[in-house]
């Protein structure tokens, strides 16, 4: 999560459309395709559900976004970004990946997961122990402390659910801030460690896991893992987005991170740090 580390990519099983420049237009998809489906690579060692994906459609990505948080509203993602001096708070055209409105964050302070509870925007930051509340305008109207570092963060409807590494998820009380439960996340018996940016999606907490290609779908109540969603080859093929020159990245893609779900259009999200595009993606048993 906090620091790069060589991607060791699968052999890709897609269809990439060349005759559009990468950003002309969103990338759709043929979803009837066989093509188009990432069968699992990853066996999960409790016997958990393993999904693949099918790509629905791909948007362009700032690559110079080192991406800790995302939410989806009312049409537009909000999205954190890190590392100290680059920190920023974002709103963002999912069309065009366009940044319509930014805060940057001062520099000694690293931007980690973002939340939406409310009306209210909660971001973290990875070692200061700090977050902060804004409007929709990304306007600041507050700040608040918690007790360990932080990762990623969502909200289930009411209360702000934080991870920081660990096998460990915290809830907090969306007004006061303070931990009202935990749980230890585990696959079968063994904890699952480097949990990091998380998504609230239809009861369940979907959570990347920090130097994989994984997204493990949590159950709230009793911390299990009750499916992986395996993503080899999307990072490869994201880095296939910057050739267009206009949006040539400026670093090389590093690890998956960002979820993000529309619950009234039922659409997931991903993409990852410094990740010329997001992904539109659907999950296969």
């Not at 590392?83 to 690293?110: I, Q």
Request: charged share 20%; proline share 5%.
């Amino acid at each position: 999560m906090k620091t790069r580390y060589r991607i060791i990519l699968l052999p890709l099983l897609f269809v990439i459309t060349l005759g559009l420049p990468p950003f002309a237009q969103p990338v759709h998809a043929v979803e009837a395709a066989p093509a188009q489906v990432k069968k699992p690579s990853t066996p999960a060692r409790s016997g958990a559900a393993v999904y693949g994906y099918r790509i629905v459609n791909a948007y362009p990505h700032d690559p110079g976004a080192f991406t800790q948080g995302l939410i989806y509203h009312n049409g537009f993602l909000y999205e954190s970004t890190g590392l100290h001096g680059a920190s920023s708070l974002r709103k963002v055209a999912l069309e065009t990946g366009k940044v319509l409105k930014r805060r940057d964050l001062p520099k000694k302070y690293f931007g980690e997961g973002l939340a939406l509870c409310g009306n209210r925007l909660i971001q973290l930051t990875y070692q200061s122990r700090i977050g902060f509340i804004y409007d929709l305008d990304l306007r600041q109207v507050g700040s608040f402390n918690y007790p360990t570092e932080g990762w990623g963060l969502t909200c289930d409807g009411s209360r702000l659910i934080l991870s920081d590494g660990t096998a460990t998820l915290r809830w907090l009380d969306a007004g006061t801030f303070r931990v009202v439960k935990q749980i230890t996340v585990v696959d079968g018996d063994r904890p699952v460690k480097r949990l990091n940016e998380l998504e609230w999606v239809n009861g369940e907490i979907f959570a990347n896991i920090w130097k994989t290609d994984r997204i493990a779908r949590i159950s709230p109540e009793t911390g299990q893992v009750t499916g992986w969603i395996d993503l080899a080859g999307l990072a490869r093929l994201a880095q296939a987005g910057g050739a267009d020159s206009r949006s040539a990245p400026t670093h090389a893609t590093d690890v998956l991170n960002g979820i993000a779900y529309d619950a009234q259009g039922d659409r997931l999200f991903v993409t990852g740090k410094f990740w010329p595009r997001l992904f539109e993606i659907k999950l296969q048993k």
